[in-house]
């Protein structure tokens, strides 16, 4: 599954985990100490469930060469914008216009795209404006519109929480527990990464 961080609206692939009543989300490819946790009681409205459960989808999957002929103007993607700090980073666009050439082949024989493809950007640092892109900076958007079951449960909790109002100061006792007992398992989760780490080092 992909998300859209709210720290730079760029979208992620991430595993999602409930701690308690609280939703973590790891990064794929970064360790545990750039994990996002969102806590159930911070969900005030169903606007912010809305707005949270649109950050997630199934995973859009890197355009393959052979895959040129089936976009086209009008196609949705998921691509990389030029970075002024080679930053690798994705958000939505819409092909704009393609530039096709004749197709190539590498030394193992498998067909190399070459072709320009203008996109529109929705999102990010280029959002209004149009720029040429390279079939490796392209992913296509999945059509699977299936939700994780853990994200499913999570946002059918928070909205359970609200419709049903039901609040307490012994639910605030609870939640500085839960918060207590979030930073002890990020810890020894660090704990449990930095000494496998030695170990394979040793
Ligand atoms: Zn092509």
Same mark, same amino acid.
């Given at each position: 599954m992909e998300f859209r961080s709210p720290e730079d609206e760029a979208w992620y692939g991430v595993e999602v %985990?409930?701690?308690? /009543? &609280?939703?973590?989300?790891?990064? /794929? @490819?970064?360790?545990?100490? +750039?994990?996002?946790? +969102? $806590?159930?009681? #911070?969900?005030? /409205?169903?606007?912010?469930?809305?707005?949270?459960?649109?950050?997630?989808?199934? *995973?859009?999957? =890197?355009? =393959? #060469?052979l895959e040129c002929p089936i976009v086209s103007e009008g196609t949705k993607v *998921?691509?990389?914008?030029p970075s002024d700090t080679g930053e690798v980073k994705f958000y939505d666009a819409i092909m704009v216009g393609v530039e096709?050439?004749?197709? !190539? %082949?590498?030394? &193992? !024989?498998?067909?190399?795209? @070459?072709?320009?493809?203008?996109? +529109? %950007?929705? =999102? @990010? $640092?280029?959002? !209004? =404006?149009?720029t040429s892109a390279k079939i490796g900076d392209i992913c296509l958007k999945s059509e699977d519109s299936r939700v994780n079951p853990k994200v499913f449960s999570f946002l059918k909790e928070a909205r359970r929480q609200i419709h049903g109002g039901a609040s307490s100061s012994h639910q605030g006792a609870e939640t500085e527990w839960q918060k207590t007992l979030r930073r002890v398992t990020s810890a020894l989760r660090n704990y449990n990464l930095s000494s496998s780490v030695s170990e394979n080092q040793g």
């Amino acid at each position: 599954m992909e998300f859209r961080s709210p720290e730079d609206e760029a979208w992620y692939g991430v595993e999602v %985990w409930s701690l308690c /009543n &609280d939703l973590v989300v790891n990064f /794929n @490819g970064f360790s545990h100490e +750039y994990d996002e946790v +969102y $806590p159930l009681e #911070d969900f005030k /409205n169903s606007e912010q469930i809305q707005e949270f459960e649109e950050r997630f989808r199934v *995973c859009s999957v =890197q355009m =393959q #060469d052979l895959e040129c002929p089936i976009v086209s103007e009008g196609t949705k993607v *998921c691509a990389t914008c030029p970075s002024d700090t080679g930053e690798v980073k994705f958000y939505d666009a819409i092909m704009v216009g393609v530039e096709r050439s004749k197709h !190539g %082949w590498d030394e &193992d !024989g498998s067909e190399v795209c @070459g072709c320009e493809f203008r996109l +529109y %950007w929705k =999102q @990010g $640092p280029c959002v !209004g =404006q149009v720029t040429s892109a390279k079939i490796g900076d392209i992913c296509l958007k999945s059509e699977d519109s299936r939700v994780n079951p853990k994200v499913f449960s999570f946002l059918k909790e928070a909205r359970r929480q609200i419709h049903g109002g039901a609040s307490s100061s012994h639910q605030g006792a609870e939640t500085e527990w839960q918060k207590t007992l979030r930073r002890v398992t990020s810890a020894l989760r660090n704990y449990n990464l930095s000494s496998s780490v030695s170990e394979n080092q040793g």
